[in-house]
């Protein structure tokens, strides 16, 4: 399965992603990835793991759907058959879920659908919560929602900052990211409604 990645900045998830395509944890290729900012670490790493990496300009297009429009032509054009969010920041649009449809993958660092949206782990650590967690879901059009396909959860400490927490989380987000993406492009998930299901638990 051909896979594209859009990112917008550090790029650990990407890189986790590339990493399982190549080493066979996940059965498909991780064709292109395409950031919404020019700046994106992970353009530098797509690259030097083989990856084509292009960055394409928002402010170049007159709206978000035409931004979309770009994004799926591009994404098209290589071929891709599973498009995973990995720190892509940017809404996307119907037109980009309708060209996808059911093939739009996001992780999010938390257990959703709490804490949606920027900083969700501070969000956690303010709200006083004692665990949290990432989950891993098919993308509809509310920012970050749509049915779950996995979670993981992790413990919130006493002495926790955003930035430990953070860090943890992103341990289990590589993990969960790449065990899902590698059932998605096994197809071994199937949705009953909102209910996702694999045939592994
Ligand atoms: C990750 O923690 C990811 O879950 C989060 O952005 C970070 C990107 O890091 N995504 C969201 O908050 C989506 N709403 P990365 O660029 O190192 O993968």
Known sequence: MKIGILVSGRGSNMEAL??????????GQAVVV????????????ARQLGVEARFMDPKSHDSREAFDRSLVDALKEAGVELVCLAGYMKLVTQAFIDAFAGRIVNIHPSLLPSFPGLC?????????????GCTV????????????LMQATVPILDDDT???LSERLLVEEHR?????????????F???GRRARTDLR
Do not use: F, N, W
Request: aromatic share 4%.
């Open 176 to 188: 969960l990211y790449v065990e899902a993406v590698s059932l998605l492009a096994s197809h071994r």
């Open 137 to 148: 879901h098919l993308v509809e059009l509310a920012m970050d929602s749509g049915p779950i």
């Open 34 to 45: 395409i950031s919404d900012r020019a700046e994106a670490g992970a353009l530098e790493i």
């Open 190 to 192: 199937t949705l009953e």
């Open 120 to 132: 969700a782990q501070q969000q956690a650590l303010e709200y006083g919560c004692k665990v949290t």
């Open 162 to 164: 955003e930035q430990s």
């Open 18 to 27: 590339i990493h399982a395509c190549q080493d066979g944890r996940i059965d």
